[in-house]
């Protein structure tokens, strides 16, 4: 195994030089860490992790923790974008990921335990219960924790602007004249707060009252869930002419639903979805959607957390916005009041 000193000897400059000049140090002269980073890498150098971990108390491992109650997991594309987004961004900054759970083996644990016993310098959580006992006894460890789509107080989060999605999906609709608008959301999380409060101010802003029986509750990626809260909706005395659906995924059971009632997308109903995922471009007709900047929400979660690790005395806890974008696509007509 290539060692410090070799490469030393062969760059003919101290032990100490080298570490300096694989590690980032500028005291030294761009000439000398040019040689020694191009001997390491012509010596196939790999750092010793132990050592490392050692001299700088730094694992450069940060734990994923990402639990997803419907069962879509890494198959889900907007998750699936995020999580890769914090792999390579990772990678970039000389870190590794482990993904961090309540087992190890047949043995359980919890999540600060999983992370203390993986060395893990921080964590991102990308999904999860946020209100569970083991989520809040990592969040007020001493271990660093970024957090995606919710806030705590006393760590900092990532946020895909929800509020913004809603409102601007919502105002869509309505500029293209419809006033009978459905909706259908997801499980009470923030997330869907937020989208409702972006619904409903978009809706109060243009002197549209939203009848109860409009808003109706489904469930996210959970196509069969929400075919029936269609079907809810289109059985109602008067019907809407435009449904806000939770998610690109889940829209396929409202079109199921809505295609087994021989209605036509867009000539009999509006439809939109939410997430923005290749899928949504891909329908018949392409589906009017907001997509969440999602490879954004990866890479600046992790590069909070390494500033966090790496200067926790002077990184203050904060909360980061990320904006999305309409696609317009075709499932969503001008509404005259004729069919």
């Not at 101290?14 to 000439?31: F, R």
């Not at 396929?252 to 290749?278: F, H, K, M, W």
């Amino acid at each position: 195994m290539v060692t410090i000193k070799d490469i030393s000897k062969k760059c003919g400059v101290s032990p100490a030089t080298v570490s300096k000049a694989l590690n980032g140090y500028d005291d030294i002269s761009e000439e000398t860490i040019r040689l020694v980073r191009q001997t390491a890498s012509e010596l196939n150098y790999t750092p010793n992790a132990a050592a490392r971990l050692l001299k700088t108390s730094i694992s450069h491992n940060i734990g994923v923790l990402f639990v997803d109650d419907t069962m879509s997991g890494l198959t889900h594309e907007y998750f699936s974008y995020i999580l890769n987004s914090v792999k390579e961004e990772a990678e970039i900054n000389g870190y590794d990921i482990t993904f961090i759970s309540q087992k190890l083996g047949k043995r359980k644990m919890s999540f600060l335990q999983h992370c203390l016993y993986r060395n893990c310098d921080g964590v991102v959580i990308a999904s999860v219960n946020f209100d569970s006992k083991a989520v809040h006894e990592l969040i007020n460890s001493d271990v660093p924790v970024v957090t995606i789509d919710y806030a705590f107080d006393n760590v900092s989060s990532v946020l895909s602007d929800n509020v913004e999605g809603a409102y601007e999906l919502t105002s869509y609709l309505l500029n293209k004249g419809h006033r009978k608008i459905g909706y259908i959301f997801g499980e009470q999380t923030s997330v869907t707060n937020k989208r409702l409060v972006g619904f409903n101010k978009a809706m109060k802003e243009h002197g549209v009252s939203v009848p109860p029986e409009y808003l109706v509750q489904g469930r996210y990626h959970d196509a069969d869930v929400v075919r029936e809260a269609t079907a809810k909706l289109m059985d109602l005395p008067d019907p809407p002419t435009a449904i806000m659906f939770p998610d690109d995924i889940s829209f396929l059971g409202g079109q199921a639903e809505l295609t087994r009632r021989g209605l036509r997308i867009p000539e009999d109903i509006s439809v939109c979805g939410y997430d923005g995922i290749n899928l949504s471009g891909l329908l018949q007709p392409p589906l009017t959607t907001w997509h969440q900047d999602a490879d954004r929400i990866g890479k600046e979660s992790v590069r909070k957390l390494i500033e966090t690790i790496e200067h926790r005395s002077t990184c203050a806890a904060e909360q980061i916005m990320v904006s999305g974008q309409l696609v317009s696509g075709s499932s969503v007509r001008e509404w005259d009041g004729e069919m």
